[in-house]
């Protein structure tokens, strides 16, 4: 360790450790608020700005392209993480936060008063003015520099952007070039949507030629009545994304046993086959609405069945990858790599227990998709799911190595913690979810709607919550922090591991953001225990709270 570093790491570090993290949960709260209150882009898509305040419609990019930036800065440092939050904890100073507290607090306030003023207001058709623009950037700033000033003098960042300047000037460099190339890509989807449209307006016409209705110049496509339209967003792209970035993380987890750059051809490999299953998905989704129902075509088949194809592409490219010479190294299943397809032993080794801890998410997103393409409104075969994890749980468990076990007082807070977060964040956002969902179970029979609502509890406080944090704080976490255990022991601290973790576990929720931040605190309880089951405990105490605040409350989309 450098100088820069052993002058500052001589005292004790735990209470500055808490109080920095504190201030940096102020923050991202506050930003958390902000996003879901506003949507800049109602300038654009409105119409509602004209001239430069244009340019205000896109600071939701903006913030997307400042998370980039941070998640790249976080990869660039990894190595030195550690080292460097121990220094920003030195920093730590109760008076000077105490200081500028107040102030950050009433900069943020009035930094609302004008988001309403130039988002909300834009809406009816009122334009802010140019005075008011630049209050607003004015109460921006105040409200960050109020928030660094918090945490460190202006002096310390200046020394820390010094020091790592070039990784910084490189992680601005790639989140641009990464912005460029997404907005550069968008203008491939509408060719990739015709295409699209040809082959599966083709595949219908070898079954049924004389019901089948094709209007090329629209993209319309449909047989008898049942009739879709096969918009750009059709094309296959999401797909192409997913399956890009789940390659992208599985080489980086698993890098050692890959012989690179052969193993780059799974990209095109694994685009091909998404691509050519969004064709099939589209053929069959138009066949179902006709053949069959309608209502479970575009209800749950339609969003549904693209999940089906990813998840079948990515278990088929793992198998394929484990087992192809000419891009796995000799021994590579040996090696930690994770394995598809081989029975699980009951004398646990590392690469054996890593499937154990991905065995019960795979049955649960499985079960998930199936019961939910079947399905129009309410999945009352919600019961399916529950009973398929619990099955695999027992099959799985004694690899799994999780007795004996004694929960943590420190899983409980958090996971109230988490509650009361997702309770605020998600509050009254889906009236006409909740609506559906109390009149299916009230106009069902009241034994089935109360044994349904049974497994639904035991689905949110036992089989999620167990099925999930296997993957992701149990496999995926230590997988990324290099641990030899996936539901036992210390876990070395990496940011990388934090971040990717939990974002991923974000992404698996319709409320992103609340289950990126979930994510995160969750991997906090594990960092902090030395057993899975604390991450276990946080998240069933989540979803129990949860759970019996939308039976109080009506508002069942919260689950």
């Known amino acids: 360790m450098d ?116 988002f909300d207001d834009a809406s009816d058709g009122n334009q802010a003015a140019l005075s008011e623009f630049l209050l607003w950037c004015v109460e921006l700033s105040a409200c960050l520099l109020c928030w660094t000033l918090m945490s460190a003098p202006i002096r310390f960042w200046l020394e820390i952007l010094a020091r790592y300047r070039k990784r910084v000037l490189a992680a601005a460099l790639i989140s641009v070039i990464v912005w460029l190339f997404t907005a550069w890509a968008n203008r491939l989807w509408t060719p990739l949507s015709t295409l699209t449209f040809l082959l599966s307006s083709n595949l219908l016409t070898l079954f049924n030629p004389e019901l089948v209705v094709v209007e090329p110049g629209q993209k319309i496509l449909g047989l008898g009545d049942f009739i879709v339209s096969v918009a750009p967003a059709c094309s296959g792209y999401e797909g192409i994304g997913l399956i890009t970035a789940f390659l992208s993380l599985y080489m980086y987890i698993n890098f ?142 004694p690899t799994l190595r999780l007795v004996p076990y004694r929960p943590n007082l420190l899983a409980f807070g958090c996971g109230i913690g988490v ?28 034994l089935w709607s109360g044994l349904w609502l049974l497994f639904r509890f035991l689905g949110a406080v036992i089989a999620v919550p167990i099925a999930e944090e296997l993957a992701f704080r149990g496999y995926l976490l230590c997988k990324l922090s290099r641990s030899s255990s996936y539901t036992r022991g210390r876990l070395a601290l990496s940011g990388v591991a934090v971040l990717v973790s939990s974002l991923t576990f974000g992404a698996m929720h319709d409320a992103w953001v609340a289950g990126t931040v979930a994510g995160l605190v969750y991997a906090f309880v594990r960092l902090r225990s030395q057993h899975i089951g604390d991450a276990i405990t946080a998240h069933a105490v989540t979803n129990l709270v949860v759970f019996l605040f939308a039976a109080y409350s009506g508002q069942w989309s919260m689950i």
């Open 3 to 118: 100088n820069f570093a052993r002058e500052r790491l001589y005292l004790p570090i735990h209470p500055r450790a808490v109080l920095q993290a504190g201030i940096a949960l102020l923050l991202v709260l506050q930003l958390l608020y902000i996003s879901q209150r506003f949507d800049a882009y109602t300038l654009v898509m409105d119409g509602a700005a004209q001239g430069w305040r244009i340019s205000f419609g896109y600071m939701g990019q903006v913030a997307k392209i400042a998370v980039l930036f941070l998640v790249i800065l976080c990869v660039l440092l990894q190595r030195e993480l550690r080292t460097l939050w121990k220094i920003i904890q030195f920093e730590a100073n109760v008076k000077r936060a105490g200081i500028y507290f107040l102030p950050q607090i009433l900069s943020y306030w009035f930094f609302l008063q004008s988001s309403a003023v130039i």
């Open 419 to 446: 509650a009361l977060i997702w309770i605020v964040m998600l509050f009254n956002s889906a009236p006409q979810t909740d609506r559906i969902f109390t009149e299916n179970l009230l106009d069902a029979p009241v």
């Open 256 to 397: 050692k046993e890959f012989r690179f750059p052969r193993a780059f051809i799974l990209f095109p490999l694994g685009i091909s086959i998404i691509w050519l299953l969004n064709v099939v998905r589209i053929t069959a989704l138009v066949a179902l609405g006709y053949h069959w129902s309608a209502d479970v075509a575009i209800g749950g088949f339609h969003s549904q069945a693209g999940w089906i194809a990813f998840i079948v592409t990515s278990l088929a490219l793992l198998w394929f990858a484990g087992r192809w010479s000419f891009v796995a190294k000799p021994n590579a299943g040996n090696s930690g790599m994770v394995q598809l397809g081989s029975p699980v032993s009951r004398s646990p080794d590392n690469s054996e227990q890593a499937v154990a801890t991905l065995m019960p998410l795979i049955v649960l997103l499985g079960t998930v998709l199936v019961t939910s393409a079947i399905s129009s409104e309410f999945v009352w075969l919600y019961p399916l799911r529950v009973i398929a994890v619990l099955l695999a749980l027992i099959w799985v468990f």
